[in-house]
């Protein structure tokens, strides 16, 4: 990126479009609008059985899955006897691995406008079995609630034997 700001955007623009003519846009690198959400704040609930005719990735199924967490959540509220008042959930992301018929939700939880920790979240709902959760999500948990972890360690190990040989 130095060496763009140094040669000059503009520069590199005049210089595609002269040698390189049938480039109709050129990406711009950007900051994204909104800052990511911490992956402290993001928990995965992975579901069995869920079909293939289910289109994961669809506006129809992402938020009626909100709506079915959100519906456990207060389930779990009730057994606890604590309230945080109403949760809210965001889906960020549904993925599968493969042919496996299981799906990963990965989603945070919001109190209002403060998002609610991983630990707090997965905890809260983990007060109700697998198949109570089941029942309001309609389809099997394989796991309820678990926070989403970065394996960043892995790197440094690599580095560290490498260095050593």
């Not at 479009?17 to 690198?29: G, K, Q």
């Not at 800052?35 to 609930?45: A, F, M, R, V, Y």
């Not at 970065?150 to 580095?159: A, D, G, P, R, S």
Request: glycine content about 6%.
């Amino acid at each position: 990126m130095d060496t763009l700001t140094s040669y000059g955007f503009n520069k590199l623009l005049n210089d595609i479009r002269e040698y390189v003519p049938v480039v109709l846009a050129i990406p711009n690198p950007v900051a994204p609008w909104l800052p990511s959400l911490g992956i402290h704040l993001q928990l995965k609930t992975v579901l069995r059985f869920v079909g293939s005719t289910d289109d994961i990735k669809s506006c129809g199924f992402i938020q009626m899955m909100e709506q079915r967490l959100e519906n456990v959540f207060a389930e779990a509220q009730e057994k606890v006897e604590d309230s945080y008042g109403t949760l809210s959930v965001e889906i960020l992301n549904t993925y599968q691995t493969g042919n496996s018929l299981a799906v990963t939700l990965v989603y945070v939880v919001w109190n209002g406008s403060t998002p609610l920790s991983g630990t707090m979240s997965s905890g809260l709902l983990n007060q109700l079995t697998s198949e109570l959760v089941g029942y309001f999500l309609f389809f099997p948990p394989l796991i309820n609630a678990e926070r989403k972890f970065q394996l960043v360690f892995t790197i440094h190990i690599n580095m560290i034997i490498n260095y050593n040989e």
